[in-house]
């Protein structure tokens, strides 16, 4: 599985960001975004059920943050409005070739390059 991530870049507090993620290769269960910002450990995001579309979210970003797929295009959006100088990161992409409730970020074994996010204050 190959994951090519796109769409970061540098953006006001309050502004919006919609993040891609294209998918290439065997298929997959799981999907999700991940993040590492500087000087911390990387984190969950949202990840959803690439099939039934069962989401999860990170409580920092519910109600901003939606994470989306394109069944047709293969690709993962996750669309990040009202953004925070918090989440100023690297974001990563990332898909698992299984899905259960409480999944973790040890389950995705498949992961994209990351794409970075700076939100100015």
């Known amino acids: 599985v190959q994951l090519q991530a796109s769409g970061g870049g540098l953006v006001q507090a309050g502004g919006s960001l919609r993040l891609s993620c294209a998918t290439s290769?065997?298929?997959?269960?799981?999907v999700g975004w991940f993040r590492r910002a500087p000087g911390k450990e990387r984190e969950l995001v949202a990840i959803?059920?690439?099939?039934?579309?069962?989401?999860t979210y990170a409580d920092s970003v519910k109600g901003r943050f939606t994470i989306s797929r394109d069944n047709l295009n293969n690709t993962v959006y996750l669309r990040m409005n009202s953004l925070k100088p918090e989440d100023t990161a690297v974001y990563y992409c990332?898909?698992?070739?299984?899905?259960?409730?409480?999944?973790?970020?040890?389950?995705?074994?498949?992961w994209g390059q990351g794409t970075l996010v700076t939100v100015s204050s």
């Open positions: 990332a898909a698992s070739s299984t899905w259960f409730s409480g999944i973790k970020e040890r389950d995705f074994t498949y």
């Open positions: 959803m059920n690439w099939r039934g579309g069962t989401k």
């Open positions: 290769g065997r298929t997959v269960s799981g």
